[in-house]
């Protein structure tokens, strides 16, 4: 397969503008942000086919939506946030559907991490996994931000509307949390 070579924002939402050239847009936007945006919702909800399902109702709110996106941020802050939002509407989901406990969700996940066939993690992987989602969401949102995708805080500040200080409070009980969560497990 031939690697694409990079288009800026502008060139994707210039050919998204014109009707002829629309789909072009598209597909571009599509390939320079696919894997990006699969990564954010995947760690979001953990399961590959979750994460295919989510991204796909992604693209079809972009592609729905591209009209409104009125270019005040980054082209990649607006998809995030889309992408974000389209991954807590789908765990809110789930847990609405699951009666079952907490103990039971996390061996729940941990049996479906264990068995997606896309996840290649080992031991270690798993046991960060598990303790992440048990974050609660606004410290499991800054904690794969910051540590998966290294985004600065002055950028997450903006994507979640949130204040640099908040944020960094907290990254930094996610980090404890996740801490003792390995320290319990030996």
């Known amino acids: 397969m031939v690697a694409l070579k990079p288009v800026s924002d502008e060139q994707i939402m210039e050919l998204m503008r014109s009707e002829h050239s629309f789909e072009r847009g598209f597909r571009l936007l599509m390939a320079q942000y696919r894997e990006r945006l699969y990564w954010h919702i995947r760690r979001m909800v953990q399961v590959h086919d979750d994460a295919d399902d989510v991204l796909q109702n992604t693209f079809i709110k972009v592609y729905r939506g591209i009209g409104q996106f009125e270019g005040k941020s980054k082209l990649y802050t607006w998809l995030y946030r889309i992408a974000t939002n389209e991954a807590i509407t789908h765990l809110q989901q789930k847990m609405r559907q699951a009666s079952s406990s907490l103990d039971d969700e996390g061996s729940l996940l941990a049996y479906r991490l264990k ?72």
Do not use: C
């Open 115 to 186: 068995a997606d066939e896309w996840f290649d993690g080992d031991e270690v992987q798993t046991r960060l996994q598990l303790a992440i989602a048990q974050l609660p969401d606004k410290q499991k949102q800054v904690f794969n931000l910051r540590y998966y995708e290294e985004m600065p805080y002055e950028e997450m500040s903006q994507l979640l509307n949130t204040s640099v200080g908040a944020l960094k409070a907290s990254f930094h009980h996610a980090v404890k949390k996740i801490d003792t969560a390995f320290s319990e497990a030996g």
